[in-house]
């Protein structure tokens, strides 16, 4: 079976940066769509960003273009999210999720097939 396991967050300054990482094991990850999803209590959990299995097309929320930058290492089945100039307002449990080849690379979180337990990102002064 698929698992995933994210590791890189902490505490951050404001304009700081973080990166997060994603280790899959189980099966090779060029089979995957790779994403990355936040959610902090009581809320919604929201895309954040998606990369394709060779990495040629990505997908990011407005919220973070410009700032965040996803990108996968298929040799080391690893997906990376680098999160620069971070905010008060990016703080959240940051999710990694691969979803199986076949479709379009999706936005909707019901559309991946697997999911990590979280990695905690707090940008506070």
């Known amino acids: 079976q698929v698992q995933l396991v994210e590791s890189g967050g902490g505490l951050v300054q404001p304009g700081g940066s973080l990166r997060l990482s994603c280790v899959v094991s189980?099966?090779?990850?060029?089979?995957?769509?790779m994403g990355w999803f936040r959610q902090n209590p009581g809320k919604e959990r929201e895309f954040v960003s998606a990369?394709?299995?060779?990495?040629?097309?990505?997908l990011s929320a407005d919220s973070v273009k410009g700032r965040f930058t996803i990108s996968r290492d298929n040799a080391k089945n690893t997906v990376y999210l680098q999160m620069n100039n971070l905010e008060p307002e990016d703080t959240a449990v940051y999710y990694c999720?691969?979803?199986?080849?076949?479709?379009?690379?999706?936005?909707?979180?019901?559309?991946?097939?697997?999911w990590g337990q979280g990695t905690q990102v707090t940008v506070s002064s």
């Open positions: 189980g099966r090779p990850i060029i089979n995957y769509v």
């Open positions: 999720a691969a979803r199986l080849l076949g479709l379009p690379m999706p936005r909707d979180m019901k559309e991946y097939d697997y």
């Open positions: 990369i394709s299995n060779f990495g040629g097309s990505i």
